[in-house]
């Protein structure tokens, strides 16, 4: 393979003919599979001319379960914990897109109740996986307290997630036809406290992290992504919004109740740094999404009224014939699920369109040309969870 | 799926690619999807089609999947169109009957998207991707034999050394398994036939 980064005619060997041979030489590197800046066991093969990248080959499969096969053998109430362990920072997100689909082929009507609470705790799970975006990437980037601070917030919704469901992680809380467990009002209330806490705090992080001279230097007008690499390569999410297109399935094709809320689209531009496209705006998207998501909290907690939390549905689940594709918008951009079923108890074919899986492939396109350190920083912005790449 | 005229759609693209037999697979049932079936020797000119055409343009790919329907095999690609007026979405079928060498044309060069995505329905299914830049396989390791998701796979005994599925780590009687013996010799006496 020729390196398409041209950087000139070579020097003439002076000293060591052999020595001056090797510089010109593209040198291999790996990063990864255990390595901080890739977030769990990516590996990524980078060919190096001194400092800069000439090719960065992303190999994936380190986490690869193959849960697709695992679902066809389960029936549809067993595959939701199995869809937890995608993206194991959202898994309130990736459950309630599966039982979506699952549920729009049933026909179930879900309470009004059991929809808010699952507008609340998938924004909740939201801001949790953002705080964790936030407390890494400055990691990455040299920063180690704001990832105490991030925790910190994050701990307070984890809390909350365990006294509902039991678990911290993966939750298995949304069910077939509504939510395992009711919120209390008590728990409500400390819901309401934690928004004004998160205000003030994402101020804080704001002037700690994303006004920081450093900062901005590091991440401004580095791995620009252009909106028409963005749709060629089929990025969604952060990555779509931090390049200027003001697209939200919350708003643009409304699931659920979300319809009834009011709320904005926070997307990239260069009015404050850097340009649209770019490490910070997409960092800074996040952010305001955070903003974006406690607003939703507000309403949701005004809007709540007391009734079920479970539909009725029967106790052995069989989807009629035929198949269903949603999509659903998560933290990390959007989750496809693909559900064919042939009438029977188990799925006949679950395919799951993972953003970060399309997220990784954009690398191999916005790698050349950079430093090895604002590779890193790329990655970072593009928030990759290896559950979700490697299924 | 939403803001596409299905019949409209297949007889535009049988205007506009010949020989390209699409299809609408309709149901009855509201709550399930439609989707378009086309020949699986047209697949580059019908997805050129989509992506280039004024009417009903389609300018992302989100994802390209195979489903092993044991007598055949299809491969669904679902492409999008993200727009803020008229969003919209497609399942676009084809089937392949050949289950020793499967093979249809890349759509790469459209699509840098479906790169990762093509090696990965090849890495499932078999199916092979004319013209792919980089056909190597991508979840699972480069030597790894079979393709996981046909329905009737079975696990290599050993890889590198290693036991796969060891005897005394197993419970048989799991009905995970049941079900799976069930799979594969239904589609074993569907070879035979």
């Known amino acids: ?391 | 799926m939403l803001n596409v005229d299905f019949n409209k759609l297949a007889e535009l693209i049988n205007q506009n690619v010949s020989g390209a037999n699409a299809t609408v697979n309709t149901t009855e049932d509201a709550k399930t999807d439609s989707s378009i079936s086309v020949e699986a020797s047209k697949i580059f000119s019908v997805v050129e089609f989509l992506k280039t055409n004024k009417e009903m343009p389609f300018n992302a790919l989100q994802a390209v999947s195979g489903v092993d329907y044991v007598e055949w095999m299809e491969v669904c690609y679902i492409m999008a169109h993200f727009d803020l007026t008229t969003p919209r979405e497609l399942i676009l079928k084809v089937k392949v009957t050949d289950r020793v060498s499967p093979a249809v044309d890349s759509v790469v060069s459209l699509y840098p998207a479906a790169n990762f995505q093509e090696r990965e329905c090849y890495d499932m299914f078999g199916i092979k991707f004319n013209n792919h830049p980089d056909p190597r396989r991508i979840l699972c390791p480069d030597d790894w034999e079979g393709f996981p998701l046909r329905k009737d796979y079975v696990a290599q005994k050993v890889y590198n050394g290693m036991e796969v599925f060891p005897d005394h780590k197993m419970n048989y009687d799991d009905r995970e398994f049941i079900v799976r013996q069930d799979m594969i010799k239904k589609a074993q006496t569907q070879a035979a036939n």
């Open chain 1, 1 to 391: 393979m020729q390196s398409k980064w041209d950087i000139g005619e070579p020097e003439k060997p002076t000293i060591n003919s052999e020595t001056e041979q090797l510089k010109s030489d593209l040198l291999t590197l790996n990063m990864g599979p255990q390595h901080p800046a890739t977030h769990g066991v990516l590996r990524l093969e980078i060919w190096t001319d001194s400092e800069i990248v000439a090719h960065a080959i992303p190999h994936l499969g380190y986490l690869h379960r193959c849960m697709e096969k695992h679902a066809e053998n389960l029936d549809y109430r067993g595959v939701i914990p199995f869809v937890d362990r995608l993206d194991y920072l959202a898994a309130m997100n990736m459950e309630w897109t599966y039982v979506a689909a699952v549920e729009k082929m049933l026909g179930t009507e879900v309470p009004r109740r059991a929809e808010l609470i699952r507008i609340l705790v998938a924004e909740l799970n939201r801001i949790a996986s953002h705080m964790m975006a936030f407390g890494t990437y400055a990691i990455d980037l040299g920063a180690f307290t704001p990832f105490l601070y991030a925790f910190d917030e994050r701990e307070k919704i984890l809390r909350l997630f365990e006294e509902v469901s039991g678990a911290r992680l993966l939750y298995n809380y949304i069910w077939i036809g509504g939510v395992w467990n009711d919120w209390t009002d008590e728990q409500l209330e400390r819901v309401a406290n934690f928004c004004d806490v998160m205000e003030e705090e994402i101020k804080k992080y704001n002037e700690l992290v994303s006004m920081n001279k450093i900062f901005i230097e590091r991440t401004a007008n580095v791995g620009v992504v252009s909106i028409e690499d963005c749709f060629a390569y089929g990025a969604t999410g952060p990555i779509l919004r931090g390049s200027g297109m003001k697209w939200d399935l919350r708003k643009n094709m409304p699931y659920g109740l979300y319809s009834e809320f009011d709320f904005d689209i926070p997307v990239g531009s260069s009015e404050v740094a850097g340009q649209a496209g770019d490490c910070w705006n997409r960092y800074m998207v996040r952010m305001n999404e955070v903003n974006e998501s406690v607003k939703i909290i507000r309403q949701v907690i005004q809007k709540m009224e007391p009734g079920p939390v479970m539909g009725k549905v029967s106790k052995i689940i069989k989807l009629p014939k035929g198949e269903v594709y949603v999509r659903h918008e998560c933290p990390r951009g959007e989750l496809g699920v693909h559900l064919i079923s042939d009438g029977g108890k188990t799925p006949y074919r679950l395919k799951v369109k993972s953003p970060c899986f399309t997220h990784v492939s954009m690398l191999p396109h916005i790698a050349p040309g950079q430093m090895i350190a604002d590779l890193v920083a790329t990655v970072g912005s593009i928030d990759i969870v290896l559950g979700e790449v490697d299924r």
